[in-house]
């Protein structure tokens, strides 16, 4: 696994992260090893790769492997780690701190799992400082039994109960109040509930549960400005035979608080790229509305222009 700064002038490497994957493995404690028996697998040099990098001001690069949390300099040396299990979305809040994914062991009520299923293995939602200390920590099943959203995770199909009920890949924290949302709210993407939440991690209440018909299986949510949000819509679903396109091509779908509505985005352009991933997958929006998004499954970005023209793949 590797992270390259390119300049997109004349697509040159200006600088390549290359961590050392026996170094990051001796910052790693006894403990977590034995908690995840594959960690030297999975952070070996044929194995490693590095979820959502985060290239911070002085250089460093905050990233996970599905693994534990590494800070490392533009030297590739380890400066911190949170030895926790995480994976998919970093994102950095108003404060310079992050807001980060991560699996979790919960104690839920047997009531709902049964006696011998008391250790609820689920995702959750981490505040960390620029620092590499933990602020904020919160198993995502119980923010939904709190709320009185146990319903969605608790079926009467699920035989044996689905301990991947959400898979949370994103989180997109706020910056701002507005009439909508308050600074440091975070949007969160389950991708296997299709659906997005709107938490207040500073009273722990789910404001809004935003759902559509156009969204299936999405991967990443993002603020457009003070009353939209984007969502990178997969637009795929789970069948016997694993996961499958629905239309051939993802989307990318804006949802507006103020008019309540869904839409889809930027179609043509994407059909006509022959544009789809049934997994991951990104969106970045520019300043000019032009935008930038990842086809994880093929190895292609697109740089789309804000007359939705392909500029560059």
Request: glycine share 4%; proline share 2%.
């Amino acid at each position: 696994g590797v992270v390259e700064v390119v300049d997109l002038n004349n697509f040159k490497v200006i600088h390549r992260y290359e961590p050392d994957s026996k170094s990051l493995l001796k910052n790693l404690s006894n403990d977590y090893k034995k908690k995840y028996p594959t960690t030297e697998i999975d952070l070996s040099e044929n194995r490693m790769f590095l979820w959502h990098p985060y290239i911070e001001e002085n250089g460093n690069l905050i990233f996970n492997s599905s693994s534990p949390l590494f800070n490392i300099d533009i030297c590739n040396r380890v400066n911190w780690v949170i030895d926790k299990y995480f994976h998919h979305s970093l994102e950095k809040n108003f404060e310079n701190n992050y807001w980060a994914t991560h699996g979790v062991l919960s104690k839920i009520n047997e009531k709902y799992i049964g006696k011998k299923s008391s250790d609820w293995s689920d995702d959750g939602v981490v505040k960390v400082s620029s620092n590499g200390k933990i602020l904020y920590e919160k198993s995502f099943s119980e923010i939904l039994i709190e709320n009185n959203y146990q319903n969605l995770i608790f079926t009467h199909l699920q035989n044996p109960i689905n301990n991947d009920f959400c898979h949370l890949n994103d989180l997109q924290p706020t910056f701002n109040n507005t009439l909508y949302w308050k600074k440091d709210d975070i949007f969160l993407s389950c991708r296997n509930l299709s659906t997005i939440f709107h938490f207040r991690p500073s009273t722990g209440k789910i404001i809004n549960v935003i759902q559509s018909s156009l969204i299936s299986g999405q991967h990443d949510v993002d603020i457009i400005d003070n009353k939209t949000i984007s969502i990178f819509n997969n637009e795929s679903f789970h069948t016997t035979n694993g996961f499958e396109l629905i239309n051939q091509v993802s989307s990318i779908v804006h949802y507006s608080f103020d008019t309540k509505e869904f839409k889809k985005m930027h179609s043509k352009i994407l059909e006509n790229s022959n544009f789809g991933t049934r997994f991951g997958g990104l969106i970045q929006y520019l300043n000019d509305k032009s935008f930038i998004v990842e086809e994880q499954e093929h190895g292609r970005i697109l740089y789309i222009n804000n007359k939705d023209e392909l500029i560059w793949s």
